[in-house]
């Protein structure tokens, strides 16, 4: 249900108004002003597991927005370790890390995630969002520069914005852009960020030439590997594992447990003197309750499926090209990717969402993403693709597409 915009509450001659009511006031054209931009948001809600078919409203779909890249989070091991761990360490971590919220469970998580990633530590947070800006805060300040992609995540741009740093976009996926600017830059420290599979567009940052340049101007680089971990990579250890990329070259790796390891939380992984600093430090590691155990627990389950069973990542790549070529065949315009985020461009905003309601009546869920997520003018279907999915699904959807659009 949208909320009610009632018209004759926003008569702003009314003399005798109080300030709430010019809140509300506000607040109402604020609202307002985003249906009329055809950038309201509306939330889905689940009443079955995450999965390729899951159930909205009584409505039976296809889902193709999820980032559970690997099909994990509905894993019979997976559940089964975070009901045993639960049994074991209860629900709640009870206290911050720093106090009494950490567990043999993310100890035992850290250990594995430092060597997963070949670093000397890891630390764990309960989200993306929040690792980011212990990066950005911890090792920036006022006299410092962050420099960050132009389509990097928001968290990154929100850690940067958090840093008190001076912020600076370099053109997306543009090393020579982001040279130019380190070059003629005049703070303290140097701290470039980075997605490394662009969350709304799928492409791939190209890392060597960032570490180069980094090096070059004396740089740290630190990476955001929350839709590679897991994916890429001989054994899923992220796009540092494909590109061969060592701790020295990116001394600061991020990454994330909600997508394709398909649970909660997030990581860092460093040298001990980096983790070192942030448990000092972070802000966003010291002042919140630790993950829960079970999640750590669970997280260590979907690790070992991860080396278990490396036919899911098999599977994600031949589905990622049979979807390329089927999509390309019918001439659909996607914006090109060789990952499992395969964005279909539309432009207007109204238009991606008119099609992502037609895609539901069809029995697919695929959202609508628009600005301020993604560039103005560029609204988009962000088409996922896991492992779970079948070739028949996903011919399904693009038959679909090829009659809609
Ligand atoms: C999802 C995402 C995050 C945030 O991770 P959460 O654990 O969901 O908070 C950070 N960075 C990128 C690139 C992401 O896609």
Redesign the pocket.
């Known amino acids: 249900m949208s909320p009610q915009i009632d018209s004759s509450r926003t008569d702003s001659s009314k003399k005798n108004s109080s300030s709430k009511d010019n809140f509300r006031d506000g607040l109402e054209k604020k609202l307002k002003l985003r249906k009329q931009q055809n950038l309201f948001r509306k939330r889905n809600t689940l009443a079955s597991r995450q999965g390729p078919m899951i159930k909205i409203d009584g409505h039976h779909l296809i889902n193709f927005c999820s ?1 559970d890249y690997l099909g994990l989070a509905n894993h019979p091991e997976v559940i089964s370790a975070f009901k045993t761990c639960a049994d074991q360490f209860g629900v709640g971590s009870g206290a911050s890390s720093l106090v009494c919220g950490r567990s043999d469970l993310h100890l035992q998580l850290e250990e594995k995630l430092a060597d997963k990633t070949g670093r000397e530590a890891a630390l764990i947070f309960p ?4 690792a ?1 800006l212990a990066v950005a805060t911890t090792f920036s300040g006022r006299t410092d520069g962050v420099f960050l992609d132009r389509l990097a ?1 928001a ?2 741009v929100d850690a940067a914005r958090l840093s008190g740093a001076k912020l600076h976009r370099y053109q997306h996926a543009d090393h020579e852009a982001l040279a130019l600017v380190l070059k003629n830059s005049a703070v303290n420290e140097k701290l470039v960020l980075t ?1 490394t599979v662009f ?1 709304m567009d799928g492409d791939i940052a190209p890392i060597k030439e960032l570490v180069r340049v980094c090096k070059q101007n004396n740089a740290v680089l630190a990476v ?1 590997d ?2 590679g971990f897991a994916v890429l990579g001989k054994s899923g250890g992220g796009l540092l594992e494909e590109k061969e990329i060592s701790a020295e070259d990116v001394p600061i790796l991020v990454a ?1 447990f ?2 394709a390891l398909g649970t ?3 990581f860092i992984a460093a040298d001990k003197i980096i983790i070192e600093m942030l448990i000092q430090f972070a802000r966003t590691y010291i002042y919140t309750t630790a993950l829960a155990p079970a999640l750590a627990g669970a997280t260590l389950a979907s690790l070992e499926v991860l080396e278990k069973e490396a036919w899911r990542r098999e599977t994600l790549s031949a589905l990622i090209k049979h979807f390329c070529n089927s999509a390309s065949a019918l001439g659909l315009n996607i914006l090109s990717s060789d990952t499992a985020i395969q964005p279909l461009m539309i432009g207007d905003s109204e238009i991606a969402v008119r099609i992502s309601d037609k895609l539901f009546d069809a029995g697919f869920l695929i959202s609508a993403i628009r600005p301020p997520t993604v560039p103005e003018g560029s609204a988009r279907l962000r088409i996922t693709l896991t492992a779970a999915h079948t070739e028949e699904q996903v011919d399904r959807l693009l038959e679909t597409l090829g009659k809609l659009l």
């Open positions: 980032n989200s993306g969002y929040m980011n995540h968290s990154l997605d969350s955001d929350a839709h994330t909600g997508k909660a939380g997030a």
